[in-house]
């Protein structure tokens, strides 16, 4: 059988599961939901939102890229956070990494050179290691220097959010929403957050914008 036949066969048995299960599954999935929290993960396989979290269709808004990144010159990525923000109104931001990211690995060696997007994309990457080499250098194995690469992308991406007009101007506006940092581990299925910045933390003078400032000027 193709891979794409046991998809779709695979589809049908889980319609036919879900309906028998819950007969109300289908009609309750079209009506709109108002998910409080908006999550940005990364685009590996092996990694869910709903799957790691136990929640239900329409309790996460997701949005995912390669290596979890909030990047400010990503239309599509600025899209769906002002969408979260402004009209699902979510109270809650999480960035969700991954240790064995195999992007983060990518970006600690030297740029393949017939990649030419993924090596544009991995500079965001290459950057953060370069900023806090001594700080990586300092583990004693490979696996760990990943691994902490991987936390502190996942710190800097949540500083990132942040930084941005959408989420300044929200904050501006009232008590939302709070960012959060978390890892997952591929080998316990456990995730564990790392930072977080609750609504209207204080930001650097340098990166606080002018409250008259259009979202169409990002950042």
């Known amino acids: ?8 066969l695979e589809n049908k048995a889980w319609a036919q599961e879900k309906a028998a299960h819950d007969p109300e599954f289908f009609d309750k999935l079209r009506q709109p939901r108002n998910p409080d929290v908006f999550w940005i993960g990364c685009s590996d396989s092996r990694v869910h939102a709903d799957q790691v979290t136990q929640t239900e269709p329409g309790e996460i808004f997701v949005h995912r890229n390669i290596a979890n990144q909030v990047a400010i010159m990503d239309m599509n990525f600025l899209a769906a956070l002002e969408y979260a923000v402004d009209f ?9 990494g991954h240790y064995g990211c195999g992007s983060i690995k990518a970006a600690m060696g030297k740029p393949h050179p ?14 953060i290691h370069r900023l806090h080499r001594e700080n990586i250098d300092a583990e004693n194995s490979e696996d760990t220097r990943h691994n902490r690469l991987v936390e502190l992308n996942v710190i800097e991406q949540v500083h990132n959010l942040a930084q941005t007009s959408v989420i300044q101007r929200a904050w501006r506006a009232g008590d939302r929403p709070d960012l959060h940092g978390w890892v ?5 299925g456990i995730i564990k957050e790392i930072a977080s910045l609750e609504a209207d933390s204080s930001l650097d003078p340098i990166y606080k914008q002018d409250p008259e400032i259009s979202a169409a000027k990002e950042p």
């Open 114 to 127: 017939d990649h030419l997007f993924m090596n544009k994309w991995l500079k965001y990457i290459k950057d």
């Open 88 to 96: 699902l109104k979510v109270k809650h931001i999480i960035v969700c």
């Open 1 to 8: 059988m193709k891979p794409l036949e046991r998809l779709l």
């Open 184 to 188: 997952y581990g591929l080998n316990d």
